[in-house]
């Protein structure tokens, strides 16, 4: 008995596996047609400085809403973007869109703030980072300092120095550049004073531990070294009034997460921004 019953969990997992390995093989070859088919689409999420009580950016975050199998979250489609190749392309779009959504947003007078892209290592190996963001910018004519880039600790696997030019050359345009999930990736501190960035953002799984005193002094050594840096700190994952309240006695006042705001469709977005409107309205200033 005890023998087919194990049988059975081997085939059940088996299966599973295979099911896996389907969705997979079936995601790659429809993320190709999913940009031209228009299955992309951009959230944008708040963040909100809780001392001045006033929304000062927000990050864009994509989506696939796949004609079969529904919404994909990045954390599945992203990894498969990278290993194609497919991810130059899909961020050329992301930073096209978000350059001329947020200047038409501007225009329209709707909200005045910057919109952070997620970047790739994959797009700076690509080398044609540069050249795509000054397309986005001038084919937007959005002020560069309305575009902020999101990186990640992972530029110090590929080529450090590399990437510290890409970036210099980035900043000499005016666009902001800021350090996402910090404190969760592989490299050292050791560099971190000589890569230009403006921001920090402190990873949410330290911000969703921080009930616990060990999470407690990481956060606050964050919040130190931000600081000492002249770096903007922003937490990330914030849902709570416990650890906003927190936060903000440790000396952080940014502020992105569930609490304050959900990553909103454009239409959901102008909504919220008309609710919010004369605490967003603040930021603009
Ligand atoms: P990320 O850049 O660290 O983005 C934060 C993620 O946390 C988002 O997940 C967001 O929806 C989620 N989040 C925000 N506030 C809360 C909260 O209060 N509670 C919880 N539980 N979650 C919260 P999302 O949208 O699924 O994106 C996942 C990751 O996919 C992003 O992590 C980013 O690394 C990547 N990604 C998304 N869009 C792009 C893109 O255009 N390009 C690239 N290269 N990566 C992207
Ligand atoms: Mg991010
Ligand atoms: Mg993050
Ligand atoms: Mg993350």
Redesign the pocket.
């Known amino acids: 008995r005890a023998k087919s019953a194990g049988k059975n969990q081997y085939q059940l997992f088996d299966e599973e596996t295979d099911r896996m390995h389907v969705r997979k093989l079936e995601l790659e070859r429809d993320l190709r047609k999913a940009l031209a088919n228009n299955e992309l689409c951009i959230?944008y999420?708040p963040k909100w400085d809780a001392e001045l009580d006033c929304l000062t950016g927000m990050?864009?975050?994509?989506r696939w809403n796949h004609p079969r199998l529904g919404m994909v979250?990045?954390?599945e489609f992203?990894p498969i973007a990278e290993e194609t190749g497919l991810?130059v392309s899909?961020?050329r779009w992301?930073l096209n869109e978000v350059c001329i959504q947020n200047r038409e947003w501007q225009k329209r007078d709707i909200v005045h703030v910057c919109v952070s892209?997620?970047?790739?290592i994959r797009?700076f190996e690509s080398g044609m980072l540069c050249e795509m963001v000054e397309e986005s910018l001038q084919e937007s004519n959005i002020d560069s300092g309305s575009l902020e880039l999101?990186i990640?600790e992972s530029i110090a696997m590929y080529d450090v120095q590399d990437t510290i030019r890409q970036l210099q050359h980035l900043k000499s345009l005016g666009v902001r550049v800021s350090m996402?999930?910090f404190g969760t990736g592989y490299s050292s501190l050791g560099n971190l004073d000589e890569i230009p960035i403006d921001a920090l953002?402190i990873d949410?799984m330290f911000i969703r531990q921080s009930a616990q005193p060990s999470k407690q002094a990481i956060i606050s050594t964050i919040i130190a070294i931000a600081g000492h840096l002249k770096l903007e700190v922003v937490a990330?994952?914030?849902?709570t009034e416990e650890q906003i309240g927190f936060l903000q006695s440790r000396g952080c006042r940014v502020m992105?997460?569930?609490?304050y705001g959900?990553?909103m469709d454009t239409e959901t977005l102008e909504a919220w921004l008309i609710a919010n409107n004369e605490r967003a309205k603040q930021g603009a200033s």
């Open positions: 959230y999420q990050e864009a975050l994509l979250s990045p954390a992203i991810i899909m961020t992301v892209v997620n970047m790739s797009v999101e990640t996402d999930d953002k949410q990330e994952g914030v849902e992105q997460g569930y609490y959900k990553p």
